[in-house]
């Protein structure tokens, strides 16, 4: 593990996930004054700050999710701007993300199958291969069938998780942000769940931001740790 | 049959004894096996963190010490409290409202998990935490001066203590529930996830908190999934598995040399650690299986497994175990 506060030595190289000069202000308050990441293909990398220094709304940005007031975002070398509802799918299954509290980012209507199925049916996939998606990813999540045809209510915090792991692998993403993604789950299923990104990692490539408040945890897992000014 | 560390004589000056304590939920068609005899002693001064992952069945605790479990539980066992400066109750007999009266918040406090919800989102943290403040014998002088002490206490700004609950961040209504709970001053706190969406110095600023009141003689049970938040603060760890305590004892021994191939197991997937899953997952607690729970994951079990382990005095502690690891023996 590396330790590095200027970004800019990783540089602009053409493949990766880029945030350039991002600004970020609710109301009055600016939470990211001209932040530069950059996450290569393969790599982790851990962002520490502070409690208010804005990780979560830079992991937000990077997942397209939230607008920068200024600066954007870059894939590939590519800037892409705007809402991520305007752009392309393609770009916009590119990255995914993954949050601390599963509870309050699912439909809580949804089976844990149907959770994960749902952006491969929005992207036009048949049911078959939804299911058959679904159950190889509720495999390597490590969901058995019982399970996956449960409410999110009926299911524990660290089941819940899983499955939301899988519904974010489902388009195979380039990037995969993990923000406090397991400061919820005991010892074990953190483990289970690291080491799912991991292998995913190694089969695709895919570059991993990685915000713990959990010092073990960033020094075991990311390979590189970029300190967030606090603005 | 339960037997217990401490021992009998030390239980007479126990604040809280729970002794054999059961709860099942009964659904359509299913019973959920949330708590399972489960017996601890806790003394002035004493902070005990129980630990596992969710949905063992600890947060389950909690709430029968304070009777706020939904209607379709039943509930068997004693749990003895001897407040200080009060009579002796069992709160799982006590009626409703000798525990609204007597118990809840002023004898045994809690920090609930997801206090977004608990919070009653008309009134401003500083009415709330004033309001409990002079329910529990300030005066209306004094309160707002208090109300002042604790939420700095806690963390939190005197600035934030004016918005209402859902102006409030996750960390910054978790803190408010904890300074809510702290008001009255209880001789026993519960908490249950206190730290949730809070950040490392946060975690540990709130973890030295109640770490301060035991050290001043308050009691606290500590409900959480971060054995390092449990390693930090606790005098002894009880760790859960399928809705039994598996294993008890001093938290340094727990950690330098634990019995249970559970407790190893949990272990050694800490980050610092081998950061190496248990293998396989937790059972159904409406599908339990009849001898150990934790056999199919369980790389020491072999057929006298099958009858269940009873939780049997070990050294400092107790574990449940037929096959207990012995310090230096291989895993
Ligand atoms: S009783 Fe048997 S199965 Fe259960 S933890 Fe001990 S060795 Fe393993």
New interface residues.
């Given amino acids: 593990m590396t330790v590095t506060t200027d970004d800019t030595v990783h540089g602009a190289a053409a493949g990766g996930l880029a945030a350039r000069r991002v600004t970020v202000a609710y109301g009055r308050q600016r939470v990211l004054d001209r932040v530069d990441l950059h996450i290569a293909p393969g790599e982790t990398v851990g962002l520490r700050g ?2 208010g220094s804005g990780k979560s709304t830079l992991a937000r940005v990077l997942a397209l999710l939230h607008a920068p007031d200024s600066g954007h975002v870059t894939i590939d070398g590519h800037p892409v701007g705007g809402a991520r509802h305007r752009l392309p799918a393609a770009l916009r299954t590119r990255v995914a993300i993954l949050f ?2 599963p509870r309050s980012a699912t439909d809580p209507r949804l089976s844990l199958a149907d959770l994960i199925a749902e952006p491969l049916r929005a992207t036009g996939a048949s049911r078959d291969q939804a299911s058959a998606r679904t159950a190889d990813l509720a495999d390597l999540v ?1 969901l ?1 069938p ?1 399970l996956l045809a449960r409410r999110p209510h009926a ?5 819940l998780q899983r499955a939301c792991l899988a519904r974010a692998l489902v388009h195979r993403p380039d990037y995969l942000l993990c923000d406090e993604a397991t ?10 769940v ?2 799912v990104v991991t292998d995913y990692q190694r089969r695709s490539s895919a570059g991993v931001l990685l915000i713990t ?5 960033m ?3 990311a390979t590189r740790v970029v300190d967030l000014p606090t603005p | 049959m339960t037997t217990t560390v401490p021992t009998d004589t030390r239980r007479a000056h126990a604040l809280l004894g729970v002794d054999g304590l059961t709860v099942r939920f009964h659904l359509r068609g299913a019973v959920v096996h949330a708590v399972t005899d489960l017996s601890l002693t806790l003394h002035p001064g004493e902070l005990l963190a129980v ?5 063992c069945g600890k947060s389950v605790l909690a709430h029968a010490l304070l009777g706020l479990l939904p209607r379709n539980a039943t509930v068997t066992g004693r749990a003895h409290l001897h407040p200080p400066d009060g009579h002796p109750v069992d709160l799982i007999d006590a009626g409703e409202r000798h525990l609204t009266r007597h118990v809840r918040g002023r004898a045994v406090g809690l920090v609930p998990q997801s206090p977004a919800t608990a919070l009653t989102p008309v009134r401003s943290g500083r009415r709330l935490l004033e309001e409990t403040l002079r329910a529990h014998g300030h005066t209306r002088r004094a309160a707002p001066a208090a109300a002042d002490r604790i939420a700095a206490d806690v963390g939190l700004d005197p600035g934030d203590l004016d918005r209402y609950p859902h102006e409030l961040s ?2 910054m209504a978790q803190r408010l529930a904890t300074a809510l709970a702290l008001a009255p001053d209880p001789p026993l706190l519960l908490a249950d996830e206190p730290t ?8 540990d600023h709130t973890l030295d908190l109640l770490r301060r009141r035991c050290d001043t003689g308050a009691a606290v049970l500590l409900i959480t ?1 971060d ?2 938040a449990a390693r930090r603060v606790a005098d002894t760890v009880a760790v859960m598995y399928a809705s039994r305590i598996v294993e008890h004892r001093p938290t340094a021994a727990l950690f330098d040399a634990p019995a249970h191939p559970y407790t190893a ?3 050694d ?4 650690r081998a ?4 293998p396989g ?1 937790p059972p ?1 607690l409406t599908d339990l299986p009849d001898g150990c729970a934790f056999a199919p994951r369980c790389p020491r079990a072999t057929d006298a497994c099958h009858i269940p382990p009873r939780l049997l005095p070990d050294g400092a502690g107790r574990v449940a175990c037929h096959h207990r690891l012995t310090p230096g023996a291989p895993a």
């Fill in positions: 502070l409690s601390q509290s490590g058995t019982d299911v524990s915090d660290g089941q400061a919820m789950l005991d010892a074990s299923t953190q483990a289970h690291a080491a408040h959990d010092p073990a945890l020094s075991r897992w | 630990v596992g992952e969710s949905g996750g960390g949730t969406g809070l950040d490392r110095p946060l975690v999934h054995l390092t197991g949990l272990l997937a800490l980050p610092d950061f190496t899953p248990v997952h159904m």
